[in-house]
Every structure is written in structure tokens, then in C-alpha cells.
């Protein structure tokens, strides 16, 4: 089945560091991956996105890339803020016979960043 | 447009109770999913509805039942409710369309607590 690893947290960073958080998959097929971020008591808010092999998703600084060779969509950051503190939620989305929605999610990385 | 809505937004129910949530998706998207969100499992897919139709379903026992009405609008039910039921519940929309995975948004979940 489909799976996503992601480096384990907490990621404890200074602000403007650069950031980079880890994630692998596993998938038949094409899958679309992606990357949500949570806040405290809040749902997941789509951060970014990649369709395809070698498409680059941003969004706010944040960058991913969809690399196929390596299985891999790691999240990067060049100057991370206070207000950038969550837990990101690395994830691929592929339905079953490629028909639909069911993401797979990886556990999470909680950041925090200090001032 | 305005964004996924889910109520009730916080719900506390006994062991052996039953208990509804709604979701309403975004204007448009046909597809809604629901996922469970625990500290000990993560993120976990419920199921997918679309065009009231159940498109694909997760590894959660029958007391997990959804539906989706001609509105998009989609309920959850979980009957005989156990003390692992305690838990996030994500309802996600998206056009439904996409071979391979749409891009799903999130609302801002229901917490239940069951004691």
C-alpha cells in the first residue's frame, strides 16, 4: 500500500534559519503529493502542492519538489519566522485503481521557532 | 468562496452512545472525505463520497457510516461509540474530478470526546 515517512520532530529552529523537513513515499503509480500545515486547535490548511515528476510547489517561502527518482517531496524554508511554528503533515494523494481522493499521510513535524 | 464548514465543533458523547457530524464542502466540490486525527494513529482516512455515492473507503469498522446528500453536504455517524473513538474529525473537500488525486481543503474539524 501507499505510505509517507517524514523526519520526526520537534525541529527546533532560531528565526531565519533554513529549514528543511524530510519526506519519502512509497506508491504505485503517479500519486500528487503534498504538504498541510496545523496549527494549534485548528484543521489542515493546504501550504503547497506538486502533480507530477520535477514540479516545483511554493507557497509563503516555502518550497517542495517533486522528485521521482528519489521518491521524495522535502519541505524547504530559507528564513523561517515565529509565525511559521505548526506541525507540517507531509502527504500523497491516490485512490485506490487511481479513482478519487485518499490521502496518506505521514506523522508529522512539529517546528518550533524561536525569536 | 467560503471555506469547509463542520459542526458541531465540539462534541462530548459516553461509551455506547451514537453520534452525527456534519460537514458542508466548498461551493462546487462534489467530493468530500473524512478523516480521523489521533495522537497515537495521526491522520487516517475514513471514507470518500461523491455524487452520494460512496467512491472509497478506509480500514475502519462498520460502526463508521457516512453519506452524502444531492447538496454535496455529507454526514458522519459513528454508532456504539468506544473510548478510541475519541478523536479530530476532518471533513475535506474537492472538485472530484482529477484522475490520480484532487487538491482536498480541509475544514476546521469536530472534537470528540467520548467518556
Known amino acids: 500500500g501507499n505510505s509517507v515517512t517524514q523526519m520526526e520532530g520537534p525541529v527546533t529552529l532560531s528565526e531565519e534559519a533554513f529549514l528543511t523537513i524530510n519526506c519519502t513515499y512509497t506508491?504505485?503509480?503517479?500519486?500528487?503529493l503534498f504538504w498541510y500545515v496545523q496549527y494549534p486547535g485548528e484543521g489542515l490548511q493546504l501550504l503547497l502542492k506538486?502533480?507530477?515528476?520535477?514540479d516545483k510547489g511554493s507557497n509563503k517561502g516555502f518550497e517542495a519538489t517533486y522528485r521521482k527518482e528519489t521518491t521524495s517531496f522535502h519541505l524547504e524554508k530559507g528564513s523561517v519566522q515565529v509565525s511559521d511554528s505548526a506541525v507540517y503533515f507531509c502527504?500523497?494523494?491516490?485512490?485506490?485503481?487511481?479513482?478519487?481522493?485518499?490521502?496518506?499521510f505521514g506523522g508529522g513535524t512539529r517546528l518550533m521557532v524561536k525569536p | 468562496k467560503a471555506g469547509v464548514t463542520q459542526t458541531p465543533r465540539y462534541l462530548i458523547k459516553t461509551r455506547g452512545q451514537q453520534v452525527t457530524l456534519s460537514c458542508s464542502p466548498i461551493?462546487?466540490?462534489?467530493?468530500v472525505s473524512w478523516y480521523q486525527q489521533t495522537p497515537g494513529q495521526g491522520l487516517q482516512f475514513l471514507f470518500e463520497?461523491?455524487?452520494?455515492?460512496?467512491?472509497n473507503k478506509g480500514n475502519f469498522p462498520g460502526r463508521f457510516s457516512g453519506r452524502q446528500f444531492s447538496n454535496s453536504r455529507s454526514e458522519m455517524n459513528v454508532s456504539t461509540l468506544e473510548l478510541g473513538d475519541s478523536a479530530l474529525y476532518l471533513c475535506?473537500?474537492?472538485?472530484?474530478?482529477?484522475?490520480?488525486?484532487?487538491?482536498?481543503?480541509f475544514g476546521p474539524g469536530t472534537r470528540l470526546t467520548v467518556l
Open positions: 475535506a473537500s474537492s472538485e472530484g474530478l482529477a484522475r490520480g488525486g484532487d487538491t482536498q481543503y
Open positions: 506508491a504505485t503509480g503517479y500519486p500528487s
Open positions: 506538486a502533480t507530477k515528476a520535477d
Open positions: 502527504a500523497l494523494n491516490r485512490g485506490p485503481n487511481n479513482a478519487g481522493n485518499m490521502l496518506t
Open positions: 461551493s462546487g466540490h462534489r467530493s
Open positions: 463520497y461523491f455524487s452520494e455515492t460512496q467512491r
